[in-house]
């Protein structure tokens, strides 16, 4: 079983900053990719960034210039790093993993919002 534990969620002024970690945990043989996504209410979830085993990253054009993804393959986490957020960005923050093939798990979520 694989788990992801998602922690670094909040609330915070526009301007401001925070960073999301994605942890994840148990059978996993090889990593894909793993990446963030959002989903704010009344709208469809939405790719933020990702980033492949190989560190090919992807981010979403709403976010570019703004957040930066990385991973730490020892330890099999994820972060995302979000500056300058805006009021847009408050959403629940979804992790993605894909690992073993094209196996794929989602972690719980966190909140981020951001004040104005």
């Known amino acids: 079983q694989v788990q992801l534990v998602e922690s670094g969620g909040g609330l915070v002024q526009a301007g401001g900053s925070l960073r999301l970690s994605c942890a994840a945990s148990g059978s996993i043989f090889s990593i894909n990719a793993m990446g963030w996504y959002r989903q704010a209410p009344g709208k469809q979830r939405e790719l933020v960034a990702a980033?492949?085993?190989?560190?090919?990253?992807n981010y979403a054009d709403s976010v570019k210039g703004r957040f930066t993804i990385s991973r730490d393959h020892a330890k099999n986490t994820v972060y995302l790093q979000m500056n300058s957020l805006k009021p847009e960005d408050t959403a629940v923050y979804y992790c993605k993993l894909v690992f073993n093939g094209l196996r794929e798990n989602w972690g719980q979520g966190t909140q981020v919002t951001v004040s104005s």
């Open positions: 980033i492949t085993s190989r560190g090919s990253t």
